[in-house]
Structure formats: structure tokens, C-alpha cells
């Protein structure tokens, strides 16, 4: 069974930081491209940033330079180190595993972690 397992959320005033991980079991880890998405109430789900099999990374705008994805292979583990927080940040955060071969689409969601920046 695939489980992806969030932690680190919680509250901090602005201008602080928060790290959040992700612990994935029942795939391949080191084969999957991992992400962070975002969603705030009342709205979509939206990437925040994404980090693939060979490490490259991508970000969204609002948060460029102020977040950083990292992975660690041998821990299964995706991370988000987010600093600068702002209360536009609040969301609840899911990390996700993708992986695409010949077509098909392996697509795993987390249960989430509730960020909330406010003072």
C-alpha cells in the first residue's frame, strides 16, 4: 500500500519558519518526481514546488526565495523548508508522488498538513 505521511505544520507568525516533510512508503521512491501543493479555503489546490527524480527543482512565484525543496533517497523523505512566512501562506499543504512511463500516470496524494502564519 502506497502512504504518504505529512508533518511539521502548524502556527508561526510572520516572517518565521517552518520545515515540512513527507514520508512515502510503498513505492519506488528514488523513481518518483515529489511535490508540495497548497490549498487554501475557498480555494483550487496550486503546486508550490517540486523536485524531480534527478533533482531539479521548481517553484511557484509567490514563493521563490523564500522556500526550498529538498529530497533524501535513503529516508524516502521529501522536505519543504519554508522561511519569510507570510499569512498569504496559510494553507493546508499535501505532498504528492508522480511518476509517468509510456504513458501511464502514477499519482499519490498525502492527507495533509494544516500551515497556518498569523499573528
Known amino acids: 500500500q502506497v502512504q504518504l505521511v505529512e508533518s511539521g505544520g502548524g502556527l508561526v507568525q510572520p516572517g518565521g519558519s517552518l520545515r515540512l516533510s513527507c514520508a512515502a512508503s510503498?513505492?519506488?521512491?528514488?523513481?518518483?518526481?515529489m511535490g508540495w501543493y497548497r490549498q487554501a479555503p475557498g480555494k483550487q489546490r496550486a503546486l508550490v514546488a517540486a523536485?524531480?527524480?534527478?533533482?531539479?527543482?521548481d517553484y511557484a512565484d509567490s514563493v521563490k526565495g523564500r522556500f526550498a525543496i529538498s529530497r533524501d533517497n535513503a529516508k524516502n523523505t521529501v522536505y519543504l523548508q519554508m522561511n519569510s512566512l507570510k499569512p498569504e501562506d496559510t494553507a493546508v499543504y499535501y505532498c504528492?508522488?508522480?511518476?509517468?512511463?509510456?504513458?501511464?500516470?502514477?499519482?499519490?496524494w498525502g492527507q495533509g498538513t494544516q500551515v497556518t502564519v498569523s499573528s
Open positions: 510503498g513505492i519506488i521512491f528514488s523513481r518518483y518526481a
Open positions: 523536485i524531480t527524480n534527478g533533482d531539479t527543482t
Open positions: 504528492n508522488a508522480n511518476r509517468r512511463t509510456y504513458g501511464l500516470d502514477y499519482d499519490y
